[in-house]
């Protein structure tokens, strides 16, 4: 039996099945999880992977050769899980997306009870307890919070609607999870994780139809709390005055952001060429990580990294359009609210190691070192992809 398919409605179709749209009479294909996937953005994924394994690699070889006894080390764990995130990626694209609808609310419990885990056998790292080690690697449950926060956040905002708009039926829910969330963090501590989440849910809120009046409400709340956050966690004024004055105190606290920007400027227009990085023979710290865009720069100069960008960028712009010509308002939630934390994350990592911002910590998105992370991302890619196979505006 055939029905017709609006664009909140969540009902399948048979692959290639025309129907009318009721609004300009034309004939559109329906599409269901056996459609086609958003070719553009699986290639710019698989690309920016590529050439994320590939810097890594170059960035990694001689922390690896002094800390492992082996060049290859890190080099090879990443394109393992390159391969598996890939594979995982494709995998998941073939999914009916609208199974996360039911399962949001387990993924993100499943977050919360691993927050709770991390202050009792989390292993600590550079003064900060984030991740839990499962033997063979580690993991940030901050990741799976991200990803539980994005679903769960679209699963209410699909079922609320019209309720968005009231305080204690709409919004307070959200808060109270947010709370929740955001509170365990604190006690890592992960300010980094805590400003992704927060800036991830206020663009899915706003997606949802909450008025402007309870943002600006929530950026007080928000400013109170990270001036709180400052003057009772020392480390974070360090990093302020690094960040402020990162020549005062070159070679200490100012160290890493001073290196990076040598690392910058030391590219030039095209670079040094790629394995020809100075700064990665131990004077950068965090070279294959979080502070991977630099030896980027360093390599493949200004333009290269500048392709890097026109990359992200692409992607990022893809996954909106995937986002607007979602089938229902699930869809649309889910991709927007995955595509923010992608462009978030890139953002951040960006302006941190270009000293345009504070140091947070934040890895740089298919690039920086970190095999369950890349596993956690393209997983996300891979629901993205879902919601395109069932993309429903595909005229003809």
């Given at each position: 039996m055939q029905q017709t398919v609006y664009p909140d409605s969540p009902a399948q179709q048979p692959a290639g099945e025309r129907l009318p749209d009721p609004q300009t009479g034309r004939r559109r294909v329906i599409l269901d999880e056996r459609g086609l996937l958003d070719v553009p953005f699986l290639v710019l994924t698989v690309l920016l992977v590529l050439i994320g394994v590939l810097m890594m690699f170059s960035a990694s070889y001689a922390r690896a050769y002094s800390t492992e006894g082996k060049a290859t080390y890190y080099f090879a764990r990443?394109?393992?899980?390159?391969?598996?995130?890939?594979?995982?990626?494709?995998?998941?694209?073939?999914?009916?997306?609208?199974?996360?609808?039911?399962?949001?609310?387990?993924?993100?419990?499943?977050?919360?009870?691993f927050l709770l885990l991390v202050p009792l056998i989390g292993i600590e790292?550079?003064?900060?307890?984030?991740?839990?080690?499962?033997?063979?690697?580690?993991?940030q449950p901050s990741e799976i919070a991200k990803l539980g926060i994005v679903l769960t956040f679209a699963s209410m905002i699909s079922y609320y609607r019209e309720r968005m708009q009231s305080f204690q039926e709409g919004?307070?829910?959200?808060?109270?999870?947010?709370a929740v969330v955001c509170g365990l963090l604190v006690l890592e501590p992960h300010l980094s994780a805590i400003i992704i989440i927060l800036g991830v849910s206020a663009a899915?809120?706003?997606?949802?139809?909450?008025?402007?009046?309870?943002?600006?409400?929530?950026?007080?709340v928000v400013a109170a709390f990270v001036a709180i956050y400052l003057a009772t966690k020392g480390y974070a004024g360090d990093r302020i005055q690094a960040w402020l004055h990162p020549f005062e105190d070159e070679s200490d606290s100012g160290y890493q952001i001073v290196q990076s920007l040598y690392a910058i400027g030391s590219g030039g227009l095209m670079g040094l060429g790629l394995g020809r990085s100075r700064q990665k023979y131990l004077y950068l710290p965090e070279e294959h990580n979080d502070y991977i865009f630099p030896i980027v720069c360093e390599e493949l100069g200004f333009v290269g990294a500048m392709v890097v960008l026109l990359l992200f960028l692409l992607l990022i712009l893809r996954g909106y359009w995937i986002a607007l010509h979602a089938r229902d308002r699930f869809g649309m939630l889910v991709v927007g609210g995955l595509t923010t934390l992608l462009a978030l994350q890139v953002f951040l990592n960006i302006g941190v190691v270009t000293n345009l911002l504070p140091a947070t910590g934040i890895s740089l998105p298919f690039f920086s070192y970190g095999g369950t992370a890349l596993l956690i991302q393209l997983f996300e890619m891979g629901v993205i992809l879902s919601v395109s196979r069932q993309n429903d505006n595909k005229l003809i």
């Open positions: 990443q394109a393992v899980f390159a391969i598996v995130g890939i594979g995982i990626m494709l995998f998941f694209s073939t999914w009916n997306y609208q199974i996360w609808r039911s399962v949001s609310f387990f993924i993100l419990a499943a977050a919360i009870v790292e550079n003064g900060a307890k984030r991740w839990i080690y499962l033997g063979f690697t580690s993991f919004i307070l829910p959200f808060v109270v999870i947010l899915m809120l706003f997606l949802g139809g909450v008025k402007l009046r309870w943002f600006a409400l929530g950026l007080g």
